[in-house]
């Protein structure tokens, strides 16, 4: 796809595309009211100010809940199967994992949810399984307002890279 086709497209087009690339549909939303895009790197500007500044928390969790669990490969081709490709890629490095690491990102999951009740957001794209459990085991000492924080910022680099691929494919 191209910015000029992004903006020429239907707005419910327009809007699925968008929700491959974020799960908000506020976020998707305001995006649209803003076509025509000039460029990609003002689309990248804009979705970004939107993410940061013009989206609540339920928006932030719509977007979260859109994401497979990191490691859990079975709802990534069950209930994530728009996204499965690009989730797929960003998780690529999970598949290397050992039995005992994918366990102890399982039960970090679990306890990162318990904690927090969103699931643990991260992007993935060139990280080990190694490195998600650290970071994983790492920002669950945050506290709640801290790791929302940064599950946004998380978010928001998923967003990114998925925009990019977007105008890739």
Known sequence: MTIDALNKSKKNEAKESLLKCCGSSRWAEKLLQSRPFKDADSLFSLSEKI???????????????????????????????????????????????????LEKLAVGNEAYFQKFGYIFIVCATRKSAEEMLELLTQRLKNDAEEELKIAMAEQNKITKIRLQKLFSS
Do not use: M, Y
């Open 51 to 101: 993410w940061f500044e013009q989206c609540s928390r339920e928006d932030w969790l719509e977007a979260f809940s859109q994401h497979p669990k990191i490691g859990d490969l079975e709802s990534l081709e069950e209930k994530f199967a728009a996204t499965k490709n690009w989730a797929g890629n960003e998780q690529a490095e999970v598949n290397l994992a050992s039995k005992k690491v």
